[in-house]
């Protein structure tokens, strides 16, 4: 929260050109990875949760039309999802958008599998979209595809107010990861983060310096 630019990007570039206005807007967080099965919907998902419990309306978004499985995570059917709206002809938005068990969480759903997924991100037709859900919700989150396997992560990230690559402790490789984060960074896309995931305390014990600190109210 506390690294979250002033301005929200896609209310600058697309939106009132004010700053003061695009301050409060949304801001956008996309979450991708190098390979599949890292954990990135795990991530992603604990994140809306960890928002939420701060009274922030959140957002979060199935970004993989081709293979997504956030839907499992909360028990909603894929169906009536991006990629249905992205495709639909006068469709409105709130009948894509879903409320979840958590409060102040919604979901939008992967939807049906279109054709050609990352040419509906690169439409006007997605960028309107995410202008107006800025206006609505405090975070959105949107989880992408890996970004060794589509182009999807990459155009989402163009839009983004920060954006996270996950990878798995002791299952990922090191240099597809770094090829990954050169991928971002040849298109202009800063990566904000590294998330590790599903690291053993045991093993990672040896490598910690064990420091601790007391910090409390002072008797002066």
């Given amino acids: 929260m506390f690294a979250m630019p002033k301005t929200s990007r896609i209310a600058s570039i697309f939106g009132n050109m004010d700053p003061a206005l695009s301050a409060k807007k949304g801001k956008i967080i996309v979450i991708s990875g190098e390979a599949p099965n890292i954990g990135k ?16 309306k959140v957002l979060i978004i199935d970004g993989d039309m081709r293979r997504g499985e956030m839907h499992k995570i909360f028990t909603i059917n894929q169906n009536n999802g991006l990629g249905d709206y992205l495709t639909e002809n006068d469709a409105g ?55 060794l396997a589509v182009s999807d992560a990459i155009i989402t990230a163009q839009y983004a107010d920060k954006v996270l690559m996950v990878t798995r402790y ?51």
């Fill in 41 to 56: 919907s795990f991530i992603a998902s604990n994140l809306a949760e960890t928002f939420s419990q701060l009274n922030k």
């Fill in 93 to 147: 938005l709130n009948d894509y958008i879903h409320p979840t068990s958590f409060e102040f969480t919604d979901f939008m759903p992967r939807g049906k599998h279109p054709y050609n997924p990352a040419s509906l991100l690169s439409t006007d037709k997605f960028s309107k979209m995410l202008l107006e859900l800025v206006s609505i919700y405090d975070y959105i989150i949107i989880d992408t595809p890996p970004v």
């Fill in 170 to 220: 002791n299952s990922s490789i090191e240099g597809q990861l770094a090829y990954a984060v050169k991928q971002m960074q040849k298109s202009n896309i800063i990566v904000d983060g590294i998330v590790l995931n599903d690291v053993v305390r045991g093993i990672t014990d040896k490598y910690s310096y064990h420091y601790s600190y007391a910090y409390g109210n002072s008797k002066d």
